[in-house]
Nanobody, 130 residues
Framework: QAQLVESGGGSVQAGGSLRLSCAVS????????MAWFRQAPGKEREGVAG???????SYPESVRGRFTISKDHAKNTLYLQMSSLKPEDTAMYYC????????????????????????WGQGTQVTVSS
C-alpha cells in the first residue's frame, strides 16, 4: 500500500542540525508535489518546505535559509535538512505527498497548503533545547 515513513527525528541543542528522511513507497510518483509540515502542541499545522517535480522549492520566512528540502528519485526518498535549529522549531514533522499528476510550482499552486496533500507519514518528533 502507498505509505510514507519518516525518520531522523530526535533531540538536539539550539544551533544544531538534523536531517529528516521520508521513505516513499514505489506506488507514489516522486514527481508528485511533496512537502514537509510540522505541528507543535496547540498550534496549527505549518508547511515548512515544498518541492515540485523539477526541484523548485518553497519555504516560509520562518525557516528560509535554515531548512533545505531535497529528494532522491532513485532511492524514493524525500529529505529535510535542518540547520541552525531554534527551540521554536520543536514539533512533530510530517512528510506529505499530493499524489496524482506531475507537480509544477506556479501561481496556481500553494505548496505549503496542507489541504492539498493526500498522503501523509506518521510523523517524527524534533525537539530543540536551549
Amino acid at each position: 500500500q502507498a505509505q510514507l515513513v519518516e525518520s531522523g527525528g530526535g533531540s538536539v541543542q539550539a544551533g544544531g542540525s538534523l536531517r529528516l528522511s521520508c521513505a516513499v513507497s514505489k506506488e507514489i510518483s516522486m514527481s508528485s508535489c511533496m512537502a514537509w509540515f510540522r505541528q507543535a502542541p496547540g498550534k496549527e499545522r505549518e508547511g515548512v518546505a515544498g518541492i515540485d517535480a523539477y526541484g523548485s522549492t518553497s519555504y516560509p520566512e520562518s525557516v528560509r535559509g535554515r531548512f533545505t528540502i531535497s529528494k532522491d528519485h532513485a532511492k524514493n526518498t524525500l529529505y529535510l535538512q535542518m540547520s541552525s535549529l531554534k527551540p521554536e522549531d520543536t514539533a512533530m514533522y510530517y512528510c506529505a505527498v499530493r499524489g496524482g499528476r506531475r507537480c509544477t510550482h506556479d501561481g496556481s499552486w500553494q505548496p505549503l497548503d496542507s489541504q492539498r496533500y493526500s498522503y501523509w507519514g506518521q510523523g517524527t518528533q524534533v525537539t530543540v533545547s536551549s
